[in-house]
Structure formats: structure tokens, C-alpha cells
């Protein structure tokens, strides 16, 4: 009876391990955008400061979770006059939002919800999430990455600039690692 004890805290104990609480690294986690530029090609970049955290649990994933924080002002699109004009109040006005933030409320293994907060404004959003892959890496940590796309319009964020029909959605591409804390 005890071994039977014995075996059946183990593999609970096991389960419960596969829960675990990660930290964006942030040389592996990128928020890339695009946007149409004059309906004849593509205006790309990505955001250089993120951070944020993030719960995983294979076994579990209705109850992961994610919080990211963007530094607006770290926006790059490879042109500085560029980014500067990005900066200014036409678009994220980084002097008055210096920073953007999604905190999920669920995870249904596929379809992550949460709220989405840029240029002041807080919307609820869901969008598709893949897992790419977990384990441990060279350095002895543990790691999980993720991927996912979300069409945001700027107008429902307060970004009223207009650069014409083909700029209104911005699409963003989120690819996270996170090393298990």
C-alpha cells in the first residue's frame, strides 16, 4: 500500500512539474508588423523591446497565459525618419503611450483571448496561437516558443492618420520563447 502511495504522489507530483512559468528572452522574441503601402507593396517592421512572461502547461492548456509589454518607441522599419514620423502623434505617440500591452483571460489550446492596450485604447482581441516547439536547450534551461497573427485596424485603436484604404490593418506576427524560470 505504501509503494501504491508512494507511486501515486510521484506521478502526480510529475504532472504538477509540467506546469511552469517562463520569462520572454528577448534576443528570441519578436513582434513584426506590415502594412500595405499605397496598395503596391508591403511597409514591414517590428518592435526591438518587449518583455513579458508567460504559463505553460501541455497537459493543460486552458490554463496558460500571457503578458507582454511593448516599448513603442523601439519601433523599427529601417528608415529613421521613418520611425520618427511612427513616433509622432500622427501614429503611437510614444511621448503619451510609451508602451503597449496584451494580457490574455484564455487560452482554449488553439485561440488565445485577452486585451489588447495601444494608443490608450483597451479592446478585447483573439487570435490563433501555435505552438513551435519545447525542451531544453544547450545552457541546461528549458524552453517554449510560440507563434501567431493578428490584422489589427488602426482605427479601432485611435490611429486615425490616413494613409489610405491599403495601410487601415496592420498585421502583426508574434513569435515568443521563453525560458522556464
Do not use: C
Amino acid at each position: 500500500m505504501k509503494k501504491i502511495l508512494i507511486a501515486a504522489a510521484l506521478t502526480a507530483s510529475a504532472g504538477l512539474a509540467q506546469a511552469a512559468d517562463y520569462e520572454l528572452d528577448p534576443t528570441h522574441s519578436f513582434i513584426n508588423f506590415k502594412t500595405g503601402h499605397l496598395g503596391v507593396s508591403w511597409l514591414q517592421g517590428r518592435f526591438n523591446d518587449i518583455s513579458g512572461n508567460f504559463s505553460w502547461d501541455a497537459d493543460k492548456p486552458s490554463n496558460a497565459m500571457i503578458d507582454i509589454t511593448i516599448n513603442t518607441a523601439s519601433v523599427d522599419s529601417n528608415h529613421a525618419e521613418r520611425d520618427k514620423h511612427l513616433r509622432s502623434d500622427d501614429f503611437l505617440d510614444v511621448k503619451k503611450y510609451p508602451t503597449a500591452t496584451f494580457k490574455s483571460t484564455g487560452f482554449d489550446g488553439k485561440m488565445l483571448n485577452g486585451d489588447l492596450t495601444l494608443h490608450g485604447v483597451t479592446k478585447p482581441i483573439s487570435f490563433e496561437v501555435t505552438k513551435v516547439g519545447e525542451g531544453k536547450d544547450p545552457w541546461g534551461g528549458y524552453r517554449a516558443g510560440f507563434t501567431g497573427t493578428y490584422d489589427l485596424k488602426r482605427s479601432e485603436f485611435g490611429i486615425d492618420k490616413n494613409l489610405g484604404p491599403a495601410a487601415e490593418v496592420i498585421k502583426l506576427e508574434l513569435n515568443v520563447e521563453g525560458i522556464r524560470k
